[in-house]
């Protein structure tokens, strides 16, 4: 199925707003991740991922998986997960109320339908994904298991644990992403704690890794189809997603200060006035 690319435009702006303007509302969360993965969420729910949005089960047999392990961009995947017809659009309103569905870090006791486990403790979901990609294989399920991960998080041991567990084990239907935009909560990722030389650590874990402009949708489309490509051959499979934090809204670009902040009214307007009205808002 070839993608309509202009289409796929159109819902990323949609979702753009969708992620400030619930971040507003809440007057808390995390913008500057969110605007930088709108491209990979929406390519892969609007296109990549085999999945069934109006019959969601935990177990999802026969269905790509996908696990967000840094939670925290939850704005950005609520609202994919609402356009793509998990539920209703109405309900990203209530992003980060009491009792909402949508916590500000995924949590599953809610029951909101996409989600499969709570994340937001960081480097968890790797090693989450691999049980359950392991699981699809002793199930003779050859569906495919998606993860994103922030930079940042990669310097959580865990992910090195689960990295070299994923090759060891020929975990080969697994598709990680990372949001490699190298800024952090605190600052640039190479200030904080370098990641120095990712593409060949992977690759020395064991992994197939690749690299792609992750603001770039056709880029971003054909690097997700190649990794598909790569899929069944005794590695795992790692992109390494070139993207801008705040991503579509000027003065949230360059800098990590968007990392977890809220714009007031005034930031929020001058934010919508950049991003096109698409699909409507909630
Ligand atoms: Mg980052």
Request: aromatic share 8%; proline share 2%; with cysteine.
């Amino acid at each position: 199925m070839m993608a309509d690319i202009n289409e796929l435009k159109r819902i990323c702006s949609q979702v753009r707003r969708d992620i400030v303007r619930m971040v507003h509302g809440a007057a808390s969360g995390h913008p500057g991740g969110s605007l930088g993965c709108v491209e990979y969420f929406v390519a892969l729910y609007f296109h990549v991922l085999k999945h069934n949005p109006n019959a969601f089960s935990m177990e999802g047999k026969n269905e790509d998986l996908f696990f967000l392990s840094n939670g925290h961009i939850s704005p950005v995947w609520y609202s994919v997960l609402a356009r793509s017809g998990y539920f209703s659009v109405d309900e990203l309103a209530t992003f980060r109320k009491l009792n909402s569905r949508l916590q500000g870090h995924p949590t599953t006791h809610e029951g909101l339908p996409g989600v499969r486990v709570a994340s937001g403790s960081l480097g968890q979901g790797l090693s989450v994904a691999i049980g359950a990609a392991l699981g699809k294989k002793l199930d003779g399920d050859n569906s495919l298991v998606y993860t994103l991960h922030g930079d940042g998080e990669l310097q959580e041991g865990q992910i090195w644990e689960a990295a070299m567990y994923a090759a060891a084990h020929k975990v080969d239907n697994l598709i990680s992403a990372v949001d490699y935009n190298g800024r952090q909560i605190d600052g640039d990722v190479d200030q904080v704690l370098s990641l120095g030389d990712l593409k060949g650590k992977f690759e020395a874990f064991g992994w197939t890794t690749l690299k792609c402009n992750g603001n770039n949708i056709e880029e971003l489309l054909k690097c997700l189809d190649e990794a598909k490509s790569l899929t069944g051959k005794g590695k795992p499979v790692m992109i390494l997603m070139v993207t801008e934090m705040g991503q579509g809204v000027d003065y949230m670009m360059g800098t990590h200060k968007w990392h977890g902040v809220a714009p007031n009214d005034e930031q929020l307007e001058k934010a919508l006035d950049q991003l096109e009205e698409t699909l409507g808002d909630y």
